[in-house]
């Protein structure tokens, strides 16, 4: 159930990001740049009795008193970007039913796009794909324009070499997805709504992927023009506990 902060907050129109909770938390740290780069403010939070419950100290320099929840909506001051973070994995055997909450919040915002974010096991791949671009696509009912965006950009479909936009009866290559979360239920059900979503797979291994993470920023922004090419992104003051367990202040614990 989304819960806005307030009664004015609009995402009709807007470009939905969202990210799955899979292998190297890539997805999360690539929502982490964008949110604290933009300066997005958080306008409400989606309540899910299928994720595992947290609370922590706030994720952005922007916004320090705030505190973390398991799932957050940020939104960008003109409303054009909607992003939203989540900071925990759902329980087990509830990723259908995570799925369809996340599908009930797309469905009721009426979002002009939909991106998803998500990784995959890299060791888990085709021999096809060890070569080549690590970062893939999948799309469903894809607009022309971001097809055509996808192809210069190199983003080729997950489990082939070209860009291949699936229609609402054809299968998706779901196959080629490992540890990739929530992603593969709401795509399919997407897929059934015939809804417009691409989703950008990154291929990683499990360890420190910063990396992974801001190579995942730089094509959704190669991709949507969501900053200038120049802006460099500003990783978040909580980023510097990254791969520094030993390090970790106390207050975390």
């Known amino acids: 159930m989304f819960v806005k902060s307030a009664d004015t907050v609009s995402t009709s129109g807007s470009t939905l990001i969202l990210p799955s909770v899979s292998i190297g938390n890539v997805p999360q ?4 740049l964008l949110i604290n ?3 997005a403010t958080r306008v409400g939070i989606i309540h899910s009795p299928y994720l595992v419950p947290i609370s922590g100290t706030s994720g952005f320099d922007h916004l320090p008193d705030q505190r973390l929840v398991p799932l957050e909506v ?3 001051p003109d409303m054009k970007w909607t992003i939203v973070q989540q900071r925990s994995p759902p ?3 509830h990723h259908k039913d995570f799925a369809r909450e996340l599908m009930n ?3 009721l915002g009426s979002f002009s796009r939909i991106i998803v974010l998500t990784s995959s096991d890299a060791a888990l791949r085709g021999d096809a794909m060890i070569d080549g671009p690590q970062i893939r696509s999948l799309t469903v009912n894809c607009e022309d324009v971001l097809a055509n965006k996808l192809r210069e950009l190199s983003l080729s479909s997950l489990g082939s070499g070209y860009v291949q936009t699936t229609k609402d009866s054809e299968a998706l290559p ?3 997805l490992h540890a990739a979360g929530v992603a593969k239920p709401l795509l399919k059900l997407c897929q059934a709504a015939k809804l417009p979503v691409i989703a950008l797979v990154a291929l990683v291994f499990e360890g420190d992927n910063v990396h992974d993470a801001i190579n995942l920023a730089n094509a959704t922004n190669s991709l949507l023009d969501i900053v200038p090419i120049t802006q460099k992104w500003c990783p978040p003051q909580s980023w510097q506990w990254l791969m520094a367990a030993n390090n970790a202040p ?4």
Do not use: P, R
């Open 29 to 32: 740290l690539s929502v982490d």
């Open 37 to 39: 780069t933009l300066e």
């Open 74 to 76: 940020y939104q960008t």
């Open 91 to 93: 329980l087990a055997k």
């Open 105 to 107: 919040f797309i469905e």
């Open 174 to 176: 779901l196959k080629h």
């Open 250 to 253: 106390s207050e975390m614990f």
